[in-house]
């Protein structure tokens, strides 16, 4: 399906590429239902389709009851980039700051989530914990 065409679609998202580039090829016939398709963008010009289950959880910080705060020590300021990231992510707070946000904002934070995936994650733990594709 052509990018232009499937923007038009309802529940259609772009997310930032991870180590590999042909997700979309290695997908099982699950069924669609619960399936959302997303685009995959790298650092060609070309993107493809996948999907992606929606399995997403945000527990820490509804459960986290320690200083927030940065600058402290590592595991304070781990737990401190987990609470903001979760928080600045909650559906509500997104749909407001995205449309303040200008275009270089929108591209220094998918470009930062990209580089940070891309640095930390395996193409196998792309797959699992931030696709979510893999059982």
């Not at 600058?71 to 600045?88: C, H, I, M, S, W």
């Not at 707070?93 to 995205?98: E, R, T, V």
């Not at 946000?101 to 940070?116: A, G, K, S, W």
Request: glycine letters at 8%; one cysteine or more.
């Amino acid at each position: 399906m052509h990018w232009e065409n499937a923007k038009k679609n309802r529940g259609m998202e772009t997310v930032a590429n991870g180590p590999c580039s042909d997700i979309g090829a290695n997908i099982s016939k699950q069924s669609r239902t619960s399936l959302r398709k997303i685009r995959y963008l790298g650092n060609t010009n070309q993107g493809g389709f996948g999907f992606l289950m929606a399995e997403h959880t945000h527990n820490f910080v509804e459960e986290y009851d320690g200083l927030v705060g940065f600058g402290f020590d590592r595991e304070g300021d781990e737990n401190t980039v987990a609470y903001y990231l979760q928080k600045f992510s909650d559906d509500a707070h997104m749909a407001l700051i995205k449309k303040r946000m200008t275009q270089e904002e929108l591209e220094e934070v998918f470009n930062l989530l990209t580089r940070l995936l891309k640095t930390h994650l395996s193409e196998e733990e792309y797959h699992g914990y931030f696709l979510k594709d893999r059982e």
